[in-house]
């Protein structure tokens, strides 16, 4: 069974910066194509970033291209989101996902397996 277990969040000051992590379970996150999404209060479910850790392919949204880095350590099978510079609408609860693809997305319904969260708070 595969299981996705996100740590990491918490309070930071805009510009500052904070690291997610992404635990993956039940099977090699290589096997998958990985995104991170975020979704604040009220909002949608928002893309950030996807990574195809095989062929070393990422991709992000405009809103954090620059800002955010996504990388995977395969020998901890985890995934990474290195946020620098946050800004304070960034406040969200972020979301690592799975797609059994050979091909990343940045539609949230195209992923099959989510953790359960963690919060990031920006202040200003």
């Known amino acids: 069974q595969v299981q996705l277990v996100e740590s990491g969040g918490g309070l930071v000051q805009a510009g500052g910066s904070l690291r997610l992590s992404c635990a993956v379970s039940?099977?090699?996150?290589?096997?998958?194509?990985m995104g991170w999404f975020r979704q604040a209060p009220g909002k949608e479910r928002e893309f950030i970033g996807s990574?195809?850790?095989?062929?070393?392919?990422?991709n992000y949204a405009d809103s954090v291209k620059g800002r955010f880095t996504i990388s995977g350590d395969y020998t901890k099978n985890t995934l990474n989101l290195q946020m620098n510079n946050p800004k304070f609408e960034n406040t969200a609860v972020y979301f690592c996902?799975?797609?059994?693809?050979?091909?990343?997305?940045?539609?949230?319904?195209?992923?099959?397996?989510w953790g359960q969260g963690t919060q990031v708070t920006v202040s200003s």
């Open positions: 039940g099977r090699s996150f290589m096997s998958f194509a």
């Open positions: 996902a799975a797609r059994s693809s050979r091909f990343a997305s940045a539609s949230s319904s195209d992923y099959t397996y």
């Open positions: 990574i195809m850790y095989k062929i070393g392919q990422t």
